[in-house]
């Protein structure tokens, strides 16, 4: 099995520059000199300002949404053994957006903020859990795409009903945002708030990644080698959970991004999970950043939302993907 | 509730002619008026004797009507043909309540429906300006002379208003982080109370921020600060730090959702409030 070597130092360089490449879009006009002198700590007060609270948390924000997604895509492809397995797809971002809603709905978000992420990382791992046990009592990965979608229908049904329920428009488009997944006007403020749960999924899908590699051998095979499953699947569980609920609570719900990245990966790593797992975190985030800059530069009158972008690009290869298994496989 | 209540209002407006058309006899007045929705009520309240009117709508009463006071008491109606037919008005007044189609059905049941319009500019020669609307519907309502008396008080308090000119800048928010520019009747009525628009753009927008690091607006215009309903958007320039830090300094005039909400006469609160502002 071969490996491209340059992958991942590439794809760090390609996202180091998108980041750069965002940095310099913005609604006040400032040339590239000025931006790395803000960068680097000279320029005036209002370019760094305007650097470095406004335009690089965006950027990092969709750099670090579409890395656990990433991440937690690959992971949870590499669990089901299922190409079309992700987060989104799978309900995860739904039940975690909802979470999120009902915690904003009900005013809960007041005590404390860090609700906020806690209640969309509660969502996600409640979806994931759900998914575990479904995996566990089936050997069919698509009953298991099956149950993530119902998933994510009942969350889209509970969100309806929610937003049925709103008291005015205002709150109403609020929840929507939720839905349709932005990054627009982060702050380093949601960024800390999001950045310790993204960490920590993260790290743990990548701690436990080994044990994918032994899955893609069938399970019984894995358990002769000496993988626990039983931990294997309550590890990934818990990181997917982790950082997909900490990118919502940063941005709301991103889909199909979890997919597209590690389907592009997969060819250079071997169709190794566990190899997949720093490149497809990489290529997501860099994925995303591109796609802010895209929503940035678009002159619509309203913004577009680069979740709705995301899926947009997304969903065509979703079904894309899905037809190519169909033609291997049956 | 009062956002959901302008946005309605806003589209309804956008989907209605601007003129309307009111179409009952000013000289025998209407005895059985129905209101069909809040920028409707306030007229009512206002200009008609308690004696012709027969109902308001349920939101007469709210927080965000500025009339809520003479509301109290006065039966209400919910805006549904059938509610308000079986009451045989004999004139149904609307800015947007019952819906788009409200104006015709009505009418096809021999109803006659004074149209309230949008108001939109302060005091202009075009439709829309608040005295010749406010004259409009006071003629509608058979309360010619009462219409005169509120427009005639309103253009003596936006004299006052006039007197002193300012070149400040002021901002004005909302707590989603909204802002607007030319082009809207917020935009008007800052105009008119002497100030200038920090916003540069037209019409309704997010908060500049970018420009917010480099530039300050001398007043930060706060409207709908008090309505409980209104929590911030998530995603709203207005929970940026930048924007608090860079709008806590200013001189901030809150402005009562009521006085906003449809823009009606009683906008002139909204207007003395920013002139006081600006003097202190």
Known sequence: MRQAHWLTPGLAAASALAIFAACLLGSTPLPADRILAALFGGADTGDRLVVWSIRLPRALAAFLVGAALGVSGAALQGLLRNPLAEPGVLGVSASASLAATFSLYYGLVSLSPWILPIAAIIGALAATALLAIAAIRTSSVVTLILIGVGLSSFSGALMSLLMNLAPNPFSLSDMINWMLGSVANRSFNEIGLALPFLVAGSALLLVTGRGLSALTLGEEAASGVGLNLRHQRIFTVLGAGLATGASVALAGAIGFVGIIAPHIIRPFVGHDPARSLIPSALLAGLILVLADIGVRTIPTDNELKLGVVAALLGAPIFIWIAMQRRAVHD | ?280
Request: include cysteine; proline fraction near 6%.
């Open chain 2, 1 to 280: 509730m009062l956002r959901l209540t302008v946005f309605v209002a806003l589209l309804a407006m956008a989907a209605c002619s601007p003129s309307g058309g009111g179409t009952a006899a000013p000289t025998d007045r209407p005895m059985r008026i129905v209101s069909l929705d809040f920028c409707a009520d306030q007229y009512v309240l206002k200009l008609a004797d308690a004696e012709q009117i027969l109902a308001v709508s349920p939101d007469a009463t709210k927080a965000f009507s500025y009339m809520r006071a003479s509301a109290v008491g006065v039966p209400t109606v919910r805006p549904k043909a059938e509610d308000v037919l079986i009451l045989k008005p004999d004139l149904v007044v609307r800015s947007y309540g019952g819906g788009p189609n409200a104006t015709a059905f009505f009418e096809r049941a021999g109803i006659p429906v004074l149209q309230v319009s949008w108001a939109t500019n302060i005091d202009g020669e075009e439709i829309g300006s608040i005295p010749l609307l406010t004259q409009h519907v006071a003629d509608g309502l058979g309360q010619t002379e009462r219409g005169r008396a509120l427009v005639r008080s309103f253009r003596n308090r936006l004299k006052a208003v006039r007197a002193g000119d300012s070149d400040d800048t002021a901002l004005y928010m909302t707590p989603a982080g909204v802002t607007t520019g030319a082009g809207s009747l917020v935009h008007e009525m800052l105009i008119a109370a002497g100030l200038q628009n920090f916003q540069d753009g037209r019409g309704w927008r997010s908060l500049p921020l970018e420009r917010l690091v480099y530039e300050q607006p001398d007043m930060v215009v706060a409207a709908y600060f008090d309505a409980r309903t209104n929590h911030p958007n998530a995603w709203s320039a207005a929970q940026h730090p930048v924007a608090r830090q860079q709008l806590a300094s200013p001189d901030t005039v809150a402005l009562q959702g009521a006085w906003l909400a449809c823009g009606g006469w009683y906008l002139m609160d909204a207007l003395e409030a920013l002139s006081e502002g600006t003097a202190q």
